[in-house]
């Protein structure tokens, strides 16, 4: 049995990793500072004795080191970090102190403490803006948001920590990611802006963005599958080749909330704000080369979550 760390474990993917991780015999110690995270996403797991939850702001190196030496900690999870964009967007200190800081604090107490094994978050955003063309693992990186910036940053840091001191890191960069639990996104926004008012659906942007969304559950059983197989940094993209735009969503949402007539109006913008990317597409040869294939398409995973979403809120 390995005692596992999920840093950002009570968040909507840590949440999600950590029943999977209990599932896959595994002693969980999840750590989350709960500033986006709920203690009710863990509601499956707080009664399984190998499972503990401690609230702590992983980006305090000194605290954290402690514990890992405190639990003798086999591997780490980092999941920590900002996942709204379009918050920091409006302010970029956040992915600064939730997102880069926290990778740095994570890797100086591996180092200290001798920890060699890590898998982290991170995000297509790396890419930046690609048009049509489907990004690989081996592409220059060019992110043009603060938030992909933090993640392409944190890859670099996690490089070089390998490099340093024989790590060995799986690293996934994630489509959309969706499905329970959701805390933000597209149809989070989508849901609540016609819960406030039925009558009518307001849309950043034409609509006319379109992206791969990949559900939780699929990217979840990649990361069980292949988390532990990394000799020194290794790098997937985890997603799905089908894709779905704004417009398809908004309306999914507005059937399933039986608001047919609301109606739905579309800004005349490419993208939502600045720093989005209105069209994305992954080359996924690498990560279904070991056999993983996500079982919904992208469609698909938006319909289940829309449906999750709303169940949730009843």
């Known amino acids: 049995m390995k005692n ?30 709960l500033s986006r ?13 190998n499972f503990f939850f401690e609230r702590m702001d992983v980006g305090d190196a000194r605290s954290l080191e402690a514990f890992m030496r405190d639990k003798n900690i086999d591997y780490v999870f980092h999941l ?19 997102t880069l800081s926290t990778t ?7 180092r200290n403490v001798g920890v060699k094994k890590l898998f982290f978050a991170s995000t ?9 063309r489907a990004s690989r693992e081996d592409d220059a990186l060019s992110p043009i948001s603060y938030y992909g910036a933090a993640k392409a940053s944190s890859e670099e840091a996690i490089r070089a920590f390998c490099h340093m001191n024989e790590i060995n890191a799986c690293v996934f960069r994630f489509a959309n990611v969706i499905g329970s639990r959701l805390t933000h996104g597209v149809i989070f926004d989508f849901v609540n802006k016609l819960t406030a008012d039925p009558t009518t659906l307001r849309v950043l942007g034409d609509g006319s963005q379109t992206k791969p969304y990949v559900h939780v559950s699929d990217l979840i059983r990649a990361i069980v599958a292949l988390h532990n197989q990394a ?10 080749e089908t894709s779905s735009s704004v417009s398809f969503i ?9 608001l047919p007539q609301a109606r739905i109006e579309y800004g005349t913008e ?45």
């Open 4 to 33: 596992v760390l999920v840093a950002g474990g009570a968040g909507f993917i840590g949440s999600h990793l950590c029943d999977a991780l209990i599932a896959h015999g595994d002693r969980v110690f999840c750590l989350d500072d």
């Open 37 to 49: 995270g709920t203690l009710n996403n863990l509601g499956t797991v707080f009664a399984n004795s």
């Open 80 to 98: 920590a970090a900002n996942s709204d964009i379009q918050a920091s967007a409006r302010n970029p200190q956040i992915e600064y102190s939730a």
């Open 104 to 110: 740095w604090s994570i890797l100086s107490a591996m």
């Open 124 to 132: 297509s955003a790396v890419y930046g803006e690609q048009g049509d």
């Open 231 to 240: 000799n020194g940094m290794d790098v997937y993209n985890a997603g799905v």
């Open 250 to 258: 908004a309306k999914e949402v507005r059937k399933e909330m039986g």
């Open 270 to 314: 490419k993208i939502g704000w600045k720093g989005d990317i209105p069209r994305f597409r992954f080359d996924l040869s690498k990560i279904r080369a070991t056999g993983w294939r996500a079982e919904l398409t992208s469609d698909e995973a938006v319909r289940r979550t829309v449906k999750e979403v709303l169940r949730c809120k009843r």
